[in-house]
């Protein structure tokens, strides 16, 4: 018993939501758009009309990262990630539902950043 009395407690390092949750999702969510596309979209909509379009864009992206801040700040999140998270937060109706549409967001993720990266890939190349 006393060598139980002689430990120091056990603290988890602990991100925060700014670290933890809102830098990762805004760099996931504006990713390959907002470095390699900005200046085709500059290119093709004018420069007040792309700069209109990337703040609108910007801010629905900070609206949902808040959002995303606010339902992992709910409890501990255990296992199963994002998907376990929203369907505990929100109940399994909505967890299903967003669980679908997040599997598609991250399948066209994954081919965005392929293409974006043989983009940059070929630019050093050539």
Same mark, same amino acid.
């Given at each position: 018993?006393k060598?139980?009395?002689?430990?120091?407690?056990v603290t988890?390092?602990?991100l925060?939501?700014?670290?933890?949750?809102?830098?990762p999702?805004l760099?996931?969510i504006?990713?390959?758009?907002?470095f390699?596309r900005?200046?085709?979209?500059?290119?093709?909509?004018? /420069?007040?009309?792309?700069?209109? %379009?990337?703040t609108?864009?910007? +801010?629905?992206?900070? @609206?949902?990262?808040?959002?995303? &801040?606010?339902?992992?700040?709910?409890?501990q999140i255990?296992?199963?990630?994002?998907?376990?998270?929203?369907?505990r937060?929100?109940g399994?109706?909505?967890g299903?539902? /967003?669980?679908?549409?997040?599997? %598609?967001?991250?399948s066209?993720? +994954?081919a965005?950043? @392929?293409i974006?990266?043989?983009? &940059?890939?070929?630019?050093m190349?050539?």
């Amino acid at each position: 018993e006393k060598a139980d009395a002689n430990k120091a407690p056990v603290t988890a390092n602990k991100l925060g939501w700014m670290e933890g949750v809102f830098m990762p999702c805004l760099l996931n969510i504006w990713g390959v758009m907002l470095f390699l596309r900005l200046t085709w979209v500059i290119g093709q909509a004018g /420069i007040i009309q792309g700069l209109l %379009l990337m703040t609108v864009a910007n +801010v629905v992206t900070t @609206v949902t990262t808040l959002s995303m &801040s606010a339902v992992c700040t709910n409890g501990q999140i255990k296992g199963g990630g994002v998907y376990y998270m929203i369907s505990r937060s929100l109940g399994p109706e909505f967890g299903g539902a /967003i669980g679908l549409m997040f599997t %598609l967001a991250n399948s066209i993720a +994954v081919a965005m950043y @392929v293409i974006g990266f043989c983009e &940059s890939l070929l630019d050093m190349l050539t």
